[in-house]
């Protein structure tokens, strides 16, 4: 009798879900994109992290999740953080603030992303954050945003912005170059000091946290990449959007792969 041999083994990443209220129903979404670049270049399964209500955040579930994972996906999303929520998750929103506001606000996303980012920290798990993930590392490790590019630079609100007078798919094509590091985690990943990437957000790092190290940057000089320092692992995050155009991308396709390579690096290492 011959025996079926089972499918190796893949290492498991979390992936950040967003809120989304529609006629008062609340729901936990996400791009597909993501979890596909994820299957497909990775090389990962994925569970999908839902996103945290004000009177769970005190709960321990968080470490009872990440625990069993290899890995960590902050994704992007049109919200923008709110910086008490995303440092004080625990903290309850009061009863004249709205938590959810489409395209503005996601304060459930905050929280998750903060409960999830210490876990993983803690754990010296992998960490790719894409966008607003990008933006999240930043503000959890004590960091700050500008509110508005637009308000910041005229030409650099243009430069970052989403074109919305394209097609959807249009929309990620490259946007500006950025200049990458000759000495940082980025570069053995890039092969390159500099690459073309897309844009489409209208919030960017003001001050970079201190314990977070300048991978790449834009030619208004706006942070693109950033990784944590000292970290025991891959924990980085970028600005544009790998996920969309992964498939003829080398820079995006490289880094997936490498994310990759990491969770099951983390996943071996658990196991011994």
């Known amino acids: 009798m011959t025996l079926l041999q089972p499918e190796r083994a893949r290492a498991v990443v979390g992936v950040t879900s967003n809120r989304l209220l529609v006629d008062g129903v609340h729901r936990d979404w996400l791009r597909r994109k993501y979890v596909q670049a994820l299957h497909r270049h990775a090389g990962v399964a994925c569970v999908i992290l839902p996103t945290v209500d004000g009177e769970d955040a005190r709960e321990e579930v968080?470490?009872?999740?990440i625990g069993r994972l290899d890995g960590l996906v902050l994704t992007g999303d049109e919200s923008n953080i709110d910086p008490a929520i995303l440092r004080a998750p625990s903290s309850l929103t009061e009863a004249d603030r709205q938590d959810v506001e489409v395209g503005i606000l996601d304060r459930p996303r905050d929280r998750l992303s903060a409960v999830t980012i210490e876990s993983a920290i803690a754990l010296g798990m992998p960490i790719l954050g894409i966008c607003r993930g990008l933006q999240?590392?930043?503000v959890y490790f004590g960091g700050t945003l500008r509110p508005s590019l637009a308000e910041w630079r005229p030409e650099s609100g243009a430069m970052h912005a989403e074109k919305p007078d394209r097609?959807?798919?249009?929309?990620?094509?490259?946007?500006?170059?950025?200049?990458?590091?000759?000495?940082?985690a980025l570069f053995p990943i890039a092969r390159t000091i500099e690459a073309q990437v897309n844009s489409l957000h209208n919030q960017g790092i003001e001050a970079l946290a201190p314990a977070l190290r300048r991978e790449a940057w834009a030619p208004d000089g706006l942070v693109e990449a950033a990784s944590v320092i000292g970290a025991?692992?891959?924990q980085i995050g970028v600005q544009w959007h790998p996920e969309w155009h992964v498939s003829t991308d080398l820079l995006s396709k490289q880094l997936f792969k490498t994310f990759g390579e990491a969770c099951v690096g983390y996943c071996r290492a658990k196991k011994h």
Not at 62 to 65: E, T
Not at 167 to 184: M, N, T
């Open 62 to 65: 968080a470490p009872a999740i």
């Open 232 to 234: 025991p692992t891959l």
């Open 136 to 138: 999240e590392l930043n």
């Open 167 to 184: 097609p959807r798919d249009r929309q990620y094509d490259a946007a500006h170059i950025v200049r990458i590091c000759s000495d940082g």
